[in-house]
């Protein structure tokens, strides 16, 4: 592949790395705040659930964050509306706001937390993105985070000028040129220097152009990275320093965690560089039982009857509007191929996938529903709120995970029981920060800012503690 | 009771340190002073172009506005945002969340990028003529306010009984096609507060047709470059009739005319060209708005000074209350969005109607 891109003026190299560990403390947890997504485990028909677009919600939940010392807050992102059947899914709370302007938003109204924006490759141009993102960078006083999404079908391309462009097999090598462009243009404005010129040529993109703002706090947004393929690790050891992960039991978690640190070493990167934040729900009560009540309540009410048979359709490919939701599953075949669903992510083998749950519903008796609800369960931490901290503890000192990035099933409000009951006892336990101890969230990471000069050199290498 | 004129400020031009411009403090002080004096709204000039050499860089225009907006309570916030490079699904969310962060008080002041440096900056295209690239100004705009009109006010039902968050058949397709872009929708982002934030042009009586079509289709406000008070009432008049042809209810455009300024006593620092142009104090730049409001016919001015930081407190603390000696302008906000300012009614989406036969 012929690609290569020259910024006219001396090169810089990437600065010192940050050591977050000191004098045997104790391995530091990171948290961050995912506010509630357009699915099902969002909660809407709860009489506490508030406004998903409104900016008071975000507001609301960001402040949350920071009064709990989070890490940064995180937006995700979808780009069309999904469909089933070849209607909009109606079921789940749908409608949010571009990610970047309510962050910039949020930046008014917080003073350290970190703000992450998932935006997508394939639909956007890096010098327009490079340039937004080091807008926020700037507005933020340094507190800028990008979710690198390689979404790329024709569904969602329907909506952008050049429609489905994108092979499904090019996604990670947009992605990858994508973030080379954009770090060459983050770089090329020294602070008290002149611009230069950036000359990019490769297969994605050809490019001549001239920063329009100088290096930002933290000069690279943070780089989070979502994807689970093989491709999508390695673009993580290579490129990130944050993964969110799907992996967020004890057992796939380690597995994860060791698979993708392992990959660092061959991009010459030490395994506190990359930073592994699996995605989670939780659900608190002030006894075990209590717990285990509500989450079993809050299960039902992710799970109506119609999201059941939706969930069911999704891997059948066929409409089963005629099913009872309080009955066996179907006895006909899933379609392979089927486009019935859109905007999901992909249903895989659908035959053994199929075959599997039969045995299940079989064996313990389940209706389409109570499979649904043991099905689409997403990891959870369900307990009280000494148990939950100690799970959450344990989890990131054995390496299942450097922290997560909490999912609360409401809005706006889903995180102030989190906030209030959990925090204090991670503090407690020394393996949760007590107050920020840095501006940027480079700073809470502790991950170097590249290049080793600029504004926050001094706190950005400094270590932790 | 004379007619009360409408005022606004372009803040983007120049006079800013350039450190400072790099920091949301100094727009939120700029904002802010804007607000104490009631202004209808600011403009914020924004492009992918490098900037000047001289300059300390230029943020993305949303961003600043976006960042200023929860400190801010009533004044209306309009970047200008380009159509040639930028995709218009994109356009039309961001601005949509400026209006939901702000409460309704976004604008977009449209503009296109002619220039070749955006365009090998992009890297997408070859630059094109610019007639064409107003022709898909005028697509981008359609698209935009299709995608805020795709969702009904009253989509989200939350009808726990139907298991439905939303009326599906309040979502629409807009299904726009044209020669630059094919746009499926609906929005990703519900209908915003101000149902569709207003939309500005900029341009003088010499513009091409593609910013008059862009003017009398869609444009809610016309910033109006006019040198002389015969050639503004001429050019108003034409606006007007041209919207009235387009199918416009009458008193949806408001015509505000451009007035370069400069109240600090400095020469030279004004554009050239078709601009009405002052130098002087802010007295007599009361007496002048009086004068041109009254001979030219139009709604109000948009002040372009030649310093911001310098000129705009003189605006605040000596002109508006010059102005309001005279009963020509507001003594406080008596609405909440950038449309209760101008007087423009919230406009009733596109497929409202439709629906309503239909059902
Ligand atoms: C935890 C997680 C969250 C994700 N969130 C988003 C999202 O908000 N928006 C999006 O377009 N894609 C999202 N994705 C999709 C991925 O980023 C990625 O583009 C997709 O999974 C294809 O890459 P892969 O084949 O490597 O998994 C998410 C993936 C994961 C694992």
């Known amino acids: 592949m012929t690609r290569t891109t020259t910024t006219t003026g001396t090169r810089t190299t990437t600065g010192t790395r940050v050591t977050t560990t000191t004098g045997g403390r104790r391995k530091q947890i990171h948290l961050a705040a995912h506010f509630p997504g357009v699915n099902n485990t969002t909660v809407w028909q709860d009489p506490d659930s508030g406004s998903q677009i409104d900016f008071s919600s975000f507001r609301h939940l960001a402040r949350t964050a920071e009064r709990g010392r989070f890490d940064f807050f995180f937006l995700a992102e979808g780009l069309r509306l999904r469909e089933r059947k070849g209607l909009i899914h109606d079921l789940d709370v749908v409608g949010r706001p571009e990610s970047l302007t309510v962050l910039n938003a949020l930046a008014a109204v917080t003073e350290h937390l970190g703000l992450a924006a998932t935006v997508n490759a394939t639909f956007n141009e890096p010098y327009e993105l490079a340039r937004r993102f080091a807008s926020l960078d700037h507005l933020s006083g340094g507190r800028a985070a990008w979710n690198v999404v390689t979404t790329s079908d024709t569904f ?164 089963l509007s005629a099913y009872d939701p309080d009955g066996p599953l179907p006895d006909l075949d899933p379609v392979p191929d089927s486009d019935v669903v859109q905007g999901w992510a992909h249903a895989g083998d659908r035959f053994g996938i199929a075959a599997k749950w039969r045995a299940l519903a079989e064996e313990k008796h389940l209706s389409i529903r109570e499979l649904a609800i043991e099905q689409t369960a997403r990891q959870s931490f369900i307990g009280t709120p000494a148990t939950v901290a100690a799970t959450i503890d344990e989890y990131v000192q054995t390496d299942a995970a450097d922290g997560f990035i909490l999912v609360p099933h409401l809005t706006p409000g889903g995180l102030d029981e989190f906030v209030d009951r959990v ?36 706190a950005a290498s400094t270590p932790a503690g | 009771m004379p007619r009360e004129l409408h005022l606004s400020v372009e803040l983007g031009r120049a006079g800013h340190p350039s450190a400072a411009a790099l920091t949301a403090a100094h727009w939120t002080d700029l904002i802010g002073l804007a607000e104490q004096g009631a202004l209808d709204f600011v403009t914020l000039e924004d492009s992918l172009a490098p900037p000047p050499d001289d300059s300390g860089g230029r943020l993305d225009a949303v961003a600043v506005l976006a960042r200023v907006a929860p400190l801010t309570s009533r004044i209306g916030l309009v970047p200008t945002v380009t159509t040639t490079h930028t995709e218009p699904f994109h356009t039309s969310t961001a601005l949509a969340t400026l209006d939901f962060v702000s409460e309704g008080r976004a604008g977009w002041l449209v503009d296109v990028s002619a220039g070749e440096a955006e365009a090998r900056a992009v890297g997408r295209r070859e630059p094109a003529p610019t007639p064409e690239l107003w022709a898909e100004a005028v697509d981008a705009a359609e698209v935009a306010v299709r995608l805020w009109d795709s969702w009904e ?23 726009f096609e044209g020669p630059h872009f094919s746009v499926r929708g609906p929005s990703i982002v519900p209908r ?55 199918g416009r209810p009458p008193g949806t455009l408001r015509v505000l005319l451009r007035v370069a300024v400069d109240l600090g006593g400095r020469t030279g620092s004004l554009p050239p060209a078709d601009t009405a142009r002052f130098t002087g104090t802010a007295a007599d730049l009361a007496d002048l708005l009086a004068d041109r409001h009254t001979a030219t016919g139009v709604d109000g001015f948009h002040l372009r000074p030649a310093s911001t930081p310098a000129d705009l407190p003189t605006v605040v603390h000596d002109l508006v209350p010059a102005l309001r000696e005279r009963g020509l302008f507001r003594t406080a906000y008596t609405g909440t969005t950038l449309r209760d300012h101008l007087g423009l009614p919230r406009p009733a989406g596109r497929y409202a109607r439709q629906t309503e036969a239909a059902r």
Do not use: C
Request: glycine share 8%.
């Open chain 2, 153 to 175: 006010d009253d989509a989200e039902i939350r009808d726990a009984a139907t298991g439905r968050f939303i009326d599906r058949d309040r979502l629409h397709y807009i299904d």
């Open chain 1, 156 to 319: 969602t391309g329907a909506n952008f000028r050049r429609g489905g462009y994108l092979d499904r097999a090019d996604r990670y090598l947009r992605a990858e040129e994508f973030v080379e462009v954009a770090r060459a243009l983050w770089d090329s404005w020294p602070a008290d220097g002149a611009p230069r010129t950036v000359r990019h040529t490769g297969p994605q993109f050809g490019i001549t152009a001239r920063a329009t703002v100088p290096h930002s706090p933290q000069r690279h947004p943070v780089l989070i990275q979502a994807g689970d393929s093989d491709e999508g690790r390695e673009f993580a050891a290579r490129t990130a320093d944050v993964v969110f992960s799907r992996h967020g039991t004890l057992e796939a978690g380690r597995a994860f965690h060791a698979d993708v640190k392992r990959r660092l070493a061959r991009y010459g990167r030490q395994p506190d560089e990359l930073k592994i934040m699996p995605g989670v729900t939780f659900v608190l009560g002030d006894s075990e039982a209590e717990a285990q009540e509500r989450a079993a309540h809050l299960r039902r009410q992710q799970v109506s009857p119609q999201t059941a048979i939706a969930f069911v359709e999704n891997v059948w490919g066929r409409d």
């Open chain 1, 423 to 458: 925090i204090p006892l991670l503090q407690e336990r020394g393996t949760f920060r007590t107050e920020y101890e840095g501006p940027t969230l480079r700073d809470h990471l502790g991950l170097a800012r590249p290049g080793g000069e600029g504004r926050h050199e001094r």
């Open chain 2, 192 to 246: 915003p507060p101000q149902g569709r934030p207003p939309i500005a042009v900029a341009l003088d009586v010499h513009d091409s047709d593609g910013r008059w079509a862009l003017a009398a289709g869609h444009a809610d406000v016309v910033l109006l470059d006019a040198g002389e008070p015969a050639t503004a009432r001429l050019a108003r008049t034409a606006l007007q009739r041209r919207a009235a042809e387009a």
